[in-house]
């Protein structure tokens, strides 16, 4: 029972982990001041994807920051914010700095083209546009930007439990640090450690040990509610949690339903500490932000709380 896959995943935040898109789900925002030109390209690529407008360098990036497209096609010359301007501020953007900028534009001046691309553009694609050229451009970068996303994605996940790992633990530590801080809300850290595992990888083996992990990491997951809350594989048979907007009150009822979740998983231990099944232990920390209290400060606080629950018995969560 405890070693099906986990399917709660959904309810988790995973800033990395997101499902690559299919060649159906892609979404390619068209920009361009001519509306004839948008109604033609936008019949030459109907099928390569969702399609989405913008008539300015303004609307693109306003449109954009909506919903974020898999790829743009970006005129060069538009009243007001020119297609150079809006590139720059989607590179500078970091949520949309990823996302492929294809030019279309009637100059054919080299040193046009070495600019777009020294700022980042993916491709240059000329007027009159030419429908297969167009679509075979298209198609390529797509199929780049599916490929980094699969990258990205596998680069930030635990191959054993699928939970984001350790790189992503500390991408989003940053984040949630600098958040807390800007917004002077408390953020909370839980660091969790399997009872006894080297005794169960002992006695029932490497393999059962793998699968435990897993069956722990998801039952884990499924004890997180709040999109904003995170829960990775830290280490071996360690997970951490953050808990953004989340009080000491608040995350200690956390770690007591992790404490239970695990238990509840009935995964046989003989070795263990408590009616014979595996046990988790937790170590809970609240962050204030202030010059003298560092990220770093909230996991090692963490760490010495969880080391307290392991002295006191284990199967139990301390603050
Ligand atoms: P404690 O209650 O004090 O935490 O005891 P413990 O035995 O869990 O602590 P210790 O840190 O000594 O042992 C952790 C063990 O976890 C050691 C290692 O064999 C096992 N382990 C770490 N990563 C993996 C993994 O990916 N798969 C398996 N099967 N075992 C792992
Ligand atoms: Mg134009
Ligand atoms: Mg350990
Ligand atoms: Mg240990
Ligand atoms: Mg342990």
């Known amino acids: 029972m405890w070693l099906q896959r986990p399917d709660r995943y959904s309810a988790v ?56 497209p898999d790829l743009i096609l970006m005129d060069a010359e538009m009243p007001g914010m020119s297609g150079f301007d809006a590139c720059l501020a989607l590179k500078a953007d970091f949520e949309l700095a990823d996302v492929p900028v294809l030019f279309v534009t009637s100059h054919h001046a080299l040193e046009m083209e070495i600019r777009g691309f020294e700022m980042g553009a993916a491709d240059f694609i000329h007027k009159p546009v030419s429908e297969p050229i167009l679509r075979a451009r298209v198609s390529t970068h797509l199929k780049l930007k599916r490929a980094n996303d699969e990258l990205r994605r596998l680069a930030g ?11 992503s633990l500390d991408g989003a530590l940053a984040t949630e640090w600098a958040r807390a801080q800007r917004e002077a809300q408390p953020l909370c850290a839980l660091l969790i450690d399997v009872d006894r595992f080297k005794l169960f990888n002992d006695r029932y083996g490497h393999p059962a040990g793998d699968a435990c992990l897993r069956g722990v990491a998801a039952a884990l997951a499924g004890v997180m509610r709040r999109p904003a809350d995170f829960v990775a594989r830290y280490g071996g048979e360690e997970f951490a949690a953050l808990l953004p907007n989340t009080d000491l009150e608040g995350a200690c009822l956390i770690a007591g339903r992790l404490v239970d979740a695990v238990r509840q998983l009935a995964i046989p231990h003989e070795d263990g500490v408590v009616d014979g099944v595996v046990t988790v232990s937790v170590g809970v920390a609240l962050g204030q932000g202030s010059d003298a209290f560092t990220a770093e400060t909230l996991m090692q606080r963490a760490d010495e709380a969880l080391y307290r629950a392991k002295r006191e018995g284990r199967s139990q969560y301390c603050s």
């Open 13 to 68: 935040a995973l800033p990395v982990a997101k499902e690559p898109m299919s060649s159906a789900q892609a979404s390619i925002l068209i920009v361009d001041d001519d509306p004839t030109l948008v109604q033609l390209m936008a019949q030459m690529l109907s099928e390569l994807g969702t399609l989405r407008f913008a008539r300015s360098g303004e609307a693109a990036l306003s449109q954009a920051r909506r919903n974020k």
């Open 157 to 167: 996940t635990d191959a054993l439990t699928q939970l984001p790992n350790r790189r």
